[in-house]
């Protein structure tokens, strides 16, 4: 039989050709705009969707568009957006302070009034299902050229065993030999020395105590700095105060001040939709990491203190049930948002990856640690190891296999160095080692990183260069498949997405990707960045497939190593089931979200699962209940609370 192109062919390749024609008579410019003609045609095509996925923008309403840098998807299915001052320090100044929530289910927004900047604080899911938001931020850095007032720590000491003192901000410290004075810029409280007898001799023996505070000097000028140690009076003391009581600074001159974290933590209750005060941790923290453990306490570790330095491997714990943080017995030291994920037996996996902040050589190797015992056994194999800054980490799924991978990574600090390896760990070997994986198609900072219900994990975004510099933004996604090893790519993101950048799993299967802090708006490099405050969503290939299982009706509470059944009109067709962890993310740091298999057996109306007994594996929470068929194509995500 002779072939007749069909009415619609003939009319693309009489469109074609026009198209070409037109494009020699009328160069680039025509050929640019009918290009992007064909290629929004292109993935709009049912068939281009189910192949590759689809990407839109979210409709975001003026007044709740904030610069979101924290996101965590919470058990009543809605998102909720922190922003605090959104790395602004004009919101910073006016104190204020920005959250939004979201529910997808009807794209609804609401303002959250939001206490205390918590723009870069941590965050952990709580087993009751309440989020944990610990630290943030008390003064925004200022760069050498911007400093106008000398300043710097001042440790203030007491040598009273009597009583503690508390200074409010503005207290004034005058040096004894340098005669310059500087005031204190938040209030201070001062522990009463420490005093002990020996039992044999009865001697006294009195150590003092001591608290730190940034200081100012009260007038602009270079003549108002100090170049070395002095002791520093402070004003309106009486008595044996004045002798009890006493300053200790070194230089105090114009560097850059780095940030200074808080106190400060809030557990934010889906329910109420409101953040409620919880008692502050005992070091400051900004850019920490909150891990929670087997035991359903949360590990909070690393930061920015109240001086902008690196705390010191001062790790404390929180317990939700007295609300109260206490110190881990032992120090461990970690650069800023280390990525620590809760592995077999309790102990913690600290994958390399982290947000900056900390000494190239200190606190960057790769190990499991043992919180316990304040062990760390460092495992060996990772590839660019001086490049791991901003690299992401994810526990593939399923999460029994104890298997990790670190995508991309970039140099310390603001290092135009970024890395396109990805490395696997199978922590259940006997001598654990990374090997290096698929490799990513350039180097790449900041990828975002989402685990899916079919057991692939989806990556996105970044850039080469530090923040997106030079017009390096990538725009590209990809989903990897563990079992195969390989990175499959799908459709291109439309907006760049770099520093501040995340990405989060929806319950209908969707991914939410939010946030970018460019440095430069413009390639040159000429033009300050904008904070990019437009919401995508991209919808996986398995969405569009013709037919998706569903889950009927069953509990809504599972106990660990109990079983469930819920009812389904397509329980021939379910292969596999998975507890999906709701992610808390932050800086591509997202050591929440974690996919579990669970037992499966079938009827013919319904489907019968079985929770892990294991802690470490299942800690309590809230759990996204994903069923899939043979192609991996998912059901809706049902919520389930494992207590």
């Not at 205390?116 to 630290?135: E, I, N, S, W």
């Not at 660990?560 to 808390?584: D, F, M, Q, V």
């Not at 892990?612 to 809706?636: C, E, H, N």
């Amino acid at each position: 039989m002779k072939y007749r192109p069909s009415r619609r062919t003939r009319r693309l390749a009489i469109g074609a050709a026009a198209v070409l024609v037109l494009t020699g008579m009328n160069g680039p410019a025509l050929y640019r705009f009918s290009t992007a003609k064909y290629h929004t045609y292109k993935i709009n095509q049912p068939e281009y969707k189910a192949e590759n996925g689809y990407w839109e923008l979210l409709d975001v309403p003026d007044e709740y568009r904030i610069n979101a840098i924290h996101a965590a998807l919470l058990h009543t299915g809605k998102v909720l957006l922190i922003a605090g001052s959104g790395n602004n320090a004009k919101m910073f100044a006016s104190k204020t302070f920005r959250s939004v929530l979201w529910d997808p289910k009807t794209n609804t927004f609401k303002n959250i009034p939001t206490p205390k900047d918590m723009f870069c604080a941590g965050h952990t899911q709580l087993p009751d299902g309440k989020l944990l938001v610990a630290g943030g931020t008390r003064r925004y850095e200022k760069l050498k050229g911007d400093i106008k007032k000398a300043g710097g720590l001042m440790i203030v000491k007491n040598e009273s065993p009597d009583k503690p003192k508390t200074f409010p901000a503005g207290t004034l410290f005058t040096g004894k030999r340098n005669g310059k004075t500087f005031e204190s810029k938040d209030n201070l409280l001062v522990p009463r020395a420490k005093k002990t007898v020996d039992p044999l001799t009865g001697q006294v023996t009195v150590t003092a105590s001591e608290a730190r505070v940034y200081v100012e000097a009260r007038k602009e000028g270079k003549r108002y700095s100090t170049g070395d140690t002095d002791n520093y009076r402070i004003q309106g003391l009486k008595g044996a105060d004045v002798k009890n009581l006493y300053g200790i600074a070194n230089k105090l001159s114009f560097d850059k001040k780095d940030f200074q974290g808080i106190k400060d933590a809030y557990e934010f209750d889906p329910v109420a939709e409101r953040y409620i005060r919880v008692d502050p941790m005992h070091e400051a923290r900004w850019y920490p990491t909150l891990t929670t453990l087997a035991d359903g306490r949360v590990l909070s570790v690393s930061g920015l203190d109240d001086i902008g330095q690196v705390v010191p491997g001062k790790n404390e714990v929180y317990d939700p049930k007295t609300k109260k943080w206490s110190y881990l017995p032992q120090q461990r030291f970690f650069p800023t948002y280390p990525a620590l994920f809760l592995i077999d037996g309790g102990k913690l996996f600290y994958t390399g990856s982290n947000a900056g902040y900390g000494p190239a050589d200190k606190g960057r190797k790769p190990g499991i640690w043992d919180v316990e015992t304040n062990e760390f056994d460092v495992v060996p194999g990772m590839s660019d190891p001086n490049i791991l800054e901003t690299s992401m980490s994810v526990m593939l799924p399923p999460a029994q296999s104890q298997k990790f991978m670190v995508i991309g990574g970039g140099g310390v600090g603001e290092s135009e160095k970024s890395s396109e390896k990805t490395r696997i760990v199978d922590l259940t070997t006997k001598d654990p080692r990374f090997k290096n994986s698929a490799p990513l198609s350039e180097g790449t900072r900041y990828p975002g990183g989402s685990i899916l219900p079919d057991d692939t994990v989806f990556v996105s975004g970044g850039s080469g260069d530090y923040r997106g510099r030079s017009g390096s933004n990538i725009l590209k996604a990809q989903i990897y498949d563990p079992k195969a090893d390989t990175f499959r790519r799908v459709a291109d993101p439309t907006v760049g997405r770099n520093y501040h950048s995340g990405t989060l799993l929806l319950p209908d299967g969707r991914i939410m990707i939010f946030g970018s802090d460019s440095l430069f708006s413009d390639d040159a490099n000429t033009k300050p960045g904008v904070f990019e405050q437009r919401i995508e969503i991209y919808t996986p290939p398995y969405l569009y497939r013709k037919y998706r299982p569903s889950l009927g009706s069953g509990p809504e509470r599972i106990s660990r190593g109990a079983t469930a059944t819920y009812r389904t009109r397509h329980a021939a067709a379910i292969k596999n089931a998975r507890l999906i962890r709701p992610s808390a993310v932050t800086h591509v740091t997202d050591i929440d979200q974690r996919s579990i298999a669970l037992d499966l057996k079938t009827t013919a109306d319904g489907v019968t699962v079985t929770i892990p007994k294991d802690r470490s594996l299942v800690p309590s929470g809230w759990y996204m209940l994903f069923v899939t068929d043979a192609q991996g194509t998912p059901s809706k995500g049902t919520w389930v609370e494992v207590p």
